[in-house]
């Protein structure tokens, strides 16, 4: 065995279990699906409330639908000779880890969704004032290395390095690691930079909390020397292209099947352009943002992948890909409304199989990449093609106001779900009588801040510099991690009845012992 695959192999504490005699990556993969935190995800939202059809894609499915790609995406690569070498100098590409990392990377999503993520990151920062704030793929890594305690020790779940670091597709932290920060590049990584309505508040992505630093350090030093601090290993990267795959087919699936994705409104979109694209591109900045006619969200779109991925944008490659998308999307898959019959789901099967096998096939390996992306990537015709899929998701799905009416109220359920956490909590009275899990989790985080206060004090500051206002003692800051951590950890429906119950809403026991 090469010292690259032991180190590749090692866990955490050392101590594996009796399941390293076999593969140990699909023990990982294993651990991952035992998991409760695993099991929750059957319950919280992809796009829309997973209790509004039985028939909508929830983290859990889509979860399983990233691992079967991103399988598929590692297979084909490592099975191609020409691949192999440069696979092999990037520290390897092993299709179990790919898989046990797509399994585990949604693991940190809380109840609702992108929704959820951002209010939590707002009551993170602003009411408990945790530098770090939320961010769901730092929890993921969160669970996978400290709160859940389905591994052999009583912290995380024990998995490799490989596939630990294969969960990191932002493998930094929010404001201070890797020095230089990612962010601060001149062509920042994808995710990297300040979000630009809320500069000085550090990445708008990242993977790791200053809690989980030396996780991260631990798990990034298998690949020491082979990619950049702030680059995906491959294996994340095949992991984050398979969620990019997923993501840009099966939700519009999702949406053409309960009747939100229209026929009408998206052909006139896409086919105007076609049509205008020449007037189109003549428009200054002000005629396209004043304007509501067809084609011209398109035209903008366009005109943001040239400022931010000039590096692979190319204006004829994406009227090719409109074309396509109008021909199979729009004129083929949503020019008949779903009714439920055979005829439907056919045409529900060879839209979804027939796209993903064209963009698994367009995946490669570079040796030299740009910072925009990982060594793995999709070919630009098809890079361009999910592109505007992901464009006609946003802006007939997630812009609607019926959709924005049913997340304002998801926004103020969890608002108050985590005020009503935080003052039980700080109830002298109530001590003995909270909930284990979240007393076991204030416990957990104090001994984490106590140690970071000691040892890296630095990295409690925020991006000021500065201790930020309200953040008080390091049991403040436990116990407002803590309150995250509890919230985020619920599935949707978990969350709602929960906030029934501490509201006095309800006349029956609370009985759900993974809350409790």
């Not at 100098?89 to 809380?110: F, I, N, Q, S, T």
């Not at 990612?182 to 995710?191: N, S, T, Y």
Request: proline share 6%; aromatic share 6%; glycine share 8%.
């Amino acid at each position: 065995m090469s010292d690259l695959h032991e180190r590749r192999v090692d866990r955490r504490d050392g101590k594996g279990g009796a399941d390293l005699t076999a593969n140990p990556f699909r023990a990982d993969r294993d651990r991952i699906v035992s998991s409760p935190f695993f099991a929750r995800l059957g319950g919280v939202t992809q796009v829309v409330s997973a209790s509004g059809s039985g028939l909508l894609h929830n983290r859990l499915t889509h979860s399983l639908k990233v691992a079967q790609i991103g399988r598929a995406i590692a297979e084909r690569l490592t099975a191609d000779p020409d691949h192999a070498p440069l696979l092999e100098r990037l520290g390897g590409c092993d299709p179990d880890v790919v898989e046990a990392a797509a399994l585990a990377h949604d693991l940190g999503h809380p109840p609702f969704g992108h929704l959820g993520e951002q209010v939590l990151d707002r009551l993170a920062r602003h009411r408990f004032g945790l530098p770090d704030g939320f961010e769901g793929n730092a929890q993921s890594f969160r669970i996978i290395t400290t709160t859940d305690t389905r591994g052999p020790s009583a912290a995380g779940l024990d998995l490799t390095a490989a596939v630990r670091a294969a969960t990191l597709k932002y493998p930094w932290t929010r404001l201070s690691h890797p020095d230089p920060h990612p962010r601060d590049l001149a062509d920042p990584p994808r995710g990297a930079a300040e979000p630009p309505d809320a500069p000085g508040t550090g990445s708008s992505k990242f993977s790791a909390y200053v809690t989980e630093l030396e996780d991260l350090f631990q798990a990034r030093a298998v690949f020491d020397g082979l990619v950049p601090p702030w680059q995906q290993t491959v294996e994340a990267s095949v992991m984050d292209n398979a969620d990019d795959i997923a993501y840009a087919i099966h939700d519009l699936e999702d949406f053409h099947r309960i009747g939100v994705l229209q026929h009408a409104p998206v052909s006139a979109e896409l086919g105007q352009w076609e049509a205008d694209r020449a007037e189109f591109a003549r428009l200054d900045a002000s005629e396209l943002d004043s304007g509501r006619r067809p084609g011209q969200s398109l035209e903008r779109l366009r005109r943001r992948l040239h400022a931010r991925d000039s590096w692979v944008v190319d204006d004829d490659a994406f009227a090719a890909a409109v074309s396509r998308v109008r021909a199979e999307l729009v004129d083929d898959l949503l020019s008949m409304p779903f009714d439920g019959s055979v005829d439907a789901e056919q045409a529900f099967g060879r839209f979804s199989s027939g796209w993903t096998a064209r963009l698994v096939a367009g995946v490669h390996v570079v040796a030299d990449p740009p910072t925009r992306s990982g060594h793995v990537l999709l070919g630009a015709r098809q890079w361009h093609e999910v592109q505007v899929l992901k464009f006609v998701h946003r802006r007939f799905v997630l812009l609607r106001p019926d959709l924005a009416l049913h997340q304002r109220g998801q926004a103020r359920l969890l608002t108050r779900l985590v005020e009503a956490l935080e003052q039980w909590l700080g109830d002298r009275y109530e001590a003995d009588r909270l909930p284990r899990r979240l007393h076991d989790l204030v416990e957990l985080a104090r001994v984490e801040y106590d140690w970071l206060a000691r040892e890296h004090p630095q990295a409690l500051v925020g991006a000021t510099g500065e201790w930020p206002e309200g953040q008080g003692t390091v049991q403040a800051l436990a116990r407002g991690r803590a309150v995250i951590d509890f919230a985020a950890s619920l599935a949707d429906g978990q969350a709602a009845t929960l906030l029934e119950a501490l509201s006095g809403r309800t006349g029956q026991f609370w009985s759900d012992a993974f809350v409790l």
